[in-house]
């Protein structure tokens, strides 16, 4: 049985499959289209019934989705217009075939519970992001899909389940303010409790909403308290009360937020941007607390957490969550965006039809696409230097200043780059944090982050409860003082955090035995990883991109596949240690 999990007509269009209940693989399609966060599913969903010998048309392919939004047109940020027609719609005109259709929280809550391993511990399910659909239908198929739905008065952008043994129930969800989807300005459709807040602020600080939240909370820990900027932001706050928020006084708040900016002319002072940024972050965080303990205290019991939805990719976030709860454990699902929802609409799919579902820990995220060594080899060209792998020799070229590309085994699931779609150097002095940010043309309010052996988490941060979640780079830690200076190009040096990536050397032996050589060598146990790509594009996808790299000179060594290539003129890298 193959279940074929599809997303589309919003950003981060992805598929997924799974075959007699295992997820086999699961493609992005900005990865294939080169558009970042790319809405419409085309060449992901090609490559994949490529890669995979199967079609969408096979009478043993069953099609869900998460609930999609049908007949609006608006245009957000990178992620382009959503439009009337979409693949959804253009597969059911060809084949005839029900798509089954599942409501977008649950599908983000089944694909955090199955993956958490917390099958005999009562656990809370937390799904916070920025929109989600209850369901209009329980299917879409030739009879309904070209129903006029408007979807203004169901839309959600928190649930919160309760699970244990593999049963789940909602337990609380919070319904969205009324929205105008139809308007072309971005603060008609604001009505998302919490998420909206980091929205609107991001738009006043330059950024781009819905795609660089990130370089808020980045811009955060250079900043600080400011009791005025704190008392206009916190009146988002003001909306929330013992679980029940009012949207429309809320919307009211974000537009006072707005106003007060411009007043202020706040992109004109760079202080201000961080003491912005800083308090932003300040209310996120004392206003999910609160409403974290207000569960707890009206559902107790719980002794374990999963939390999805875009807005735990905020890693800050994550870390007060782990450090200030009760919880014995805290799990952040790694594909917690959008891009995580054609999985999980499958796994709701089993669930909700009476299959077995085995509730494991996942080893690990590696299911996008791959390819054959004799394939990778096709686009070397002769004046390359190609040699076999050896950790010891690019271990010292890391600790000598040289910036090492991977690109190896199947691409990541999610927003990191956990080693097979990554960028290493050494994380010893603050100039490379710099060197990386000029060839990579990153902003560099940005801080690296460390991929450090798993064995020495805790000797190098304050890391002694939900280490589990730190393989997939999906929470911060607090640096120990013995080691900030020694790995101080990947961490924020305002607070001496960082948001490392844990390495096991049966998950990763390569990535491993590099770490280990380069142990040998400088006596730390960690490196700079950060993801394969430049400023502005999706992580590399294809090893012509990754060859292309080091040919400009954005990396100066490449690992591909079994091969370790770089230019046959090399220069010397002289770094300064002082």
């Not at 992005?28 to 419409?40: A, G, P, Q, T, V």
């Not at 983000?108 to 199955?114: G, I, Q, R, T, V």
Request: with cysteine; glycine share 6%; charged share 25%.
């Amino acid at each position: 049985m193959k279940i074929l999990g599809l997303h589309t007509n919003f950003h981060d269009a992805s598929v997924s499959l799974h075959i007699d209940n295992e997820l086999i693989a699961d493609y992005k399609e900005d990865r294939f289209s080169r558009n970042k966060h790319d809405l419409k599913l085309e060449k992901a969903l090609e490559k994949i019934q490529e890669d995979f010998n199967f079609s969408y048309a096979d009478e043993d392919v069953t099609l869900v989705s998460p609930s999609h939004y049908w007949h609006v047109q608006r245009n957000f940020g990178s992620s382009g217009f959503w439009y009337e027609q979409n693949k959804i719609t253009d597969i059911i005109e060809e084949t005839g075939k029900t798509v089954y259709q599942y409501d977008h929280e649950f599908a983000h809550a089944c694909a955090a519970y199955f993956s958490s391993g917390f099958f005999d511990h009562k656990t809370l399910i937390v799904s916070l992001d920025g929109l989600g659909l209850v369901r209009p239908f329980d299917t879409i198929n030739p009879e309904n899909y070209r129903n006029p739905y408007f979807f203004d008065e169901r839309t959600k952008n928190l649930a919160v389940y309760s699970a244990y043994r593999n049963k789940i129930e909602e337990i609380y969800t919070l319904q969205a303010a009324s929205r105008n989807f139809h308007s072309q300005n971005l603060t008609d459709s604001y009505g998302a409790f919490l998420a909206d807040l980091y929205l609107v602020v991001t738009s006043q600080l330059g950024f781009e909403p819905n795609s660089e939240e990130g370089k808020v909370l980045g811009l955060s820990v250079k900043g600080s308290y400011n009791s005025e900027i704190y008392t206009i932001l916190n009146k988002v706050n003001w909306s929330y009360n013992n679980l029940n928020y009012n949207m429309d006084q809320a919307h009211f708040y974000l537009r006072m937020i707005e106003k007060y900016c411009e007043l202020k002319k706040i992109n004109e002072n760079e202080a201000l941007r961080a003491d912005l940024a800083y308090n932003t972050q300040l209310v996120f965080e004392n206003c999910f607390l609160r409403f974290l303990n207000d569960i707890k205290n009206r559902f107790p019991g719980h002794t374990k957490l999963c939390l999805v939805g875009g807005c735990f990719s905020n890693v800050k976030l994550n870390q007060k969550i782990n450090e200030l709860t009760s919880f014995e454990e805290v799990w952040v699902y790694p594909a917690m965006g959008d891009e995580g929802v054609a999985h999980g609409s499958a796994i709701a799919h089993l669930y909700l039809t009476g299959h077995n579902i085995e509730n494991k820990r996942i080893n690990n995220m590696f299911y996008g696409a791959g390819y054959k060594q004799d394939y990778m080899d096709i686009f070397i060209t002769n004046d390359l230097k190609v040699e076999k792998l050896n950790p010891e020799k690019i271990a010292k070229k890391i600790s000598r200043g040289y910036i090492i590309g991977v690109f190896q085994g199947r691409s990541e699931v999610g927003p990191r780059a956990l080693g097979n779609r990554s960028i290493l150097a050494d994380p010893r002095t603050r100039r490379n944090h710099e060197m990386l940010n000029n060839k990579l043309q990153r902003n560099d309010i940005m801080p690296f982050a460390p991929i450090i052996m798993a064995e020495h988490i805790s000797e190098l941060c304050y890391a002694y409860k939900s280490i589990a979640t730190s393989e997939f780079m999906t929470m911060c830690y607090t640096v120990k003082d013995f080691w900030v200076n020694k790995i101080q190009a990947a961490l924020a040096p305002e607070d001496n955090s960082c948001r490392p990536q844990t390495v096991f050397k049966e998950k990763h032996p390569l990535i491993y035995s590099i770490l280990s050589e380069f142990k040998k060598i400088t006596q730390v146990p960690a490196l700079i990883n950060t993801s394969f790509n430049a400023h502005g594009d999706p992580i590399i996808n294809h090893p012509e991109h990754a060859i292309d790299y080091l040919n400009r000179g954005i990396i100066d060594y490449l690992i591909l596949g079994d091969k370790f290539i770089s230019k046959h003129q090399e220069q010397e890298i002289n770094q300064d240690r002082k």
